[in-house]
């Protein structure tokens, strides 16, 4: 069959990225993978606690359906462009980027092949442990200044999830994003862990500079606007201001009061 060069060779790189996604492991490399995951604290989650703070997606039903299908949309894309990391944002706070954040994580979590990392970056804000209700430890801020290995700064839900993130406000910390000493912990997280997805939680991006130098360490962005707060105008700006850093993958719209039976997400594109 004659097929077109230009054809063959987006088969051929698509081909390259998607094995780069997901590649073949010797034998020496998965041991060494499954130790380093092992090393992580592993935790018990509190089914009550999550259910009040309006975390699901680790319910394999409908409760998690709307997280599930932003699970495997983002995959799809992800690997498609050979892409590892997601910034997830909102123009303001409180339009829910944490709780969407670990949903998606959680929805993750249920994906045996696929090993996620999800990172709290919003360091002025932390929530996430709050919304785990977790007792043990976890504590990015001195991974990411190199005072910490990351088993010492994470949580591990099962096998395949590690979950790093805050109690506590962590004094200075754009000083910490901007660091030049950041791009290599991320770096040396990937090389240690090899993880398929790695999400930032990130602070609100018209309210502080972190979530733009946060933008050139990720490849793409998801955007949550709250439905009764977050208006066209600044979901513009913020497409406007991440244009040029990271790839815009959509916009989320939380907090819609007229859903139905859903949980309350709207559209993905
Ligand atoms: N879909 C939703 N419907 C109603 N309340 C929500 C929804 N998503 C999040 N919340 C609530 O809104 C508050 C802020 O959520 P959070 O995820 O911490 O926002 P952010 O990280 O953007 O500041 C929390 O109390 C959370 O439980
Ligand atoms: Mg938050």
């Given at each position: 069959m004659n097929v077109p060069m230009t054809t063959a060779l987006k088969g051929a790189e698509k081909l390259k990225l998607k094995q780069s996604f997901n590649p073949q492991r010797s034998v020496q490399e998965k041991i060494r993978l499954n130790a380093a995951w092992g090393?992580?604290?592993?935790?018990?989650?509190?089914?009550?606690?999550?259910?009040?703070?309006?975390?699901?997606?680790?319910?394999?039903?409908?409760?998690?359906?709307?997280?599930?299908?932003?699970?495997?949309?983002?995959?799809?894309?992800?690997?498609?462009?050979?892409?590892?990391?997601?910034?997830?944002?909102?123009p303001t706070a409180q339009c829910g980027k944490s709780t969407v954040a670990l949903n998606l994580a959680l929805s993750l979590q249920r994906e045996p092949e696929t090993r996620t990392i999800l990172l709290e970056m919003d360091l002025r804000r932390p929530s996430l442990c709050?919304?785990?209700?977790?007792?043990?430890?976890?504590?990015?801020?001195?991974?990411?200044?190199?005072?910490?290995?990351?088993?010492?700064?994470?949580?591990?839900?099962?096998?395949?999830?590690?979950?790093?993130?805050?109690?506590?406000?962590?004094?200075?910390?754009?000083?910490?994003?901007?660091?030049?000493?950041?791009?290599?912990a991320l770096s040396a997280l990937e090389d240690a862990y090899a993880p398929d997805l790695m999400i930032f939680d990130t602070p609100p991006m018209l309210l502080t500079h972190d979530v733009m130098t946060l933008a050139k360490h990720v490849d793409c962005v998801l955007l949550v606007a709250?439905?009764?707060?977050?208006?066209?105008?600044?979901?513009?700006?913020?497409?406007?201001?991440i244009a040029?850093?990271?790839?815009?993958?959509?916009?989320?719209?939380?907090?819609?009061?007229?859903?139905?039976?859903?949980?309350?997400?709207?559209?993905?594109?």
């Open positions: 090393a992580i604290q592993p935790i018990d989650l509190d089914l009550a606690h999550l259910e009040k703070h309006r975390i699901v997606g680790h319910l394999a039903g409908s409760e998690s359906l709307a997280f599930d299908m932003l699970r495997t949309r983002l995959l799809q894309q992800m690997r498609d462009q050979g892409w590892r990391r997601v910034a997830i944002t909102s709050a919304m785990l209700g977790a007792s043990q430890g976890s504590d990015l801020a001195p991974f990411l200044t190199g005072e910490s290995p990351f088993e010492d700064s994470s949580v591990r839900v099962g096998e395949n999830l590690a979950i790093a993130a805050s109690r506590t406000p962590v004094a200075g910390s754009a000083k910490i994003i901007g660091s030049s000493y950041l791009p290599l709250g439905a009764d707060v977050t208006t066209p105008k600044q979901i513009d700006q913020c497409e406007r201001d040029g850093q990271a790839q815009m993958l959509g916009v989320i719209l939380n907090k819609c009061r007229h859903q139905g039976p859903g949980y309350g997400y709207g559209t993905y594109d």
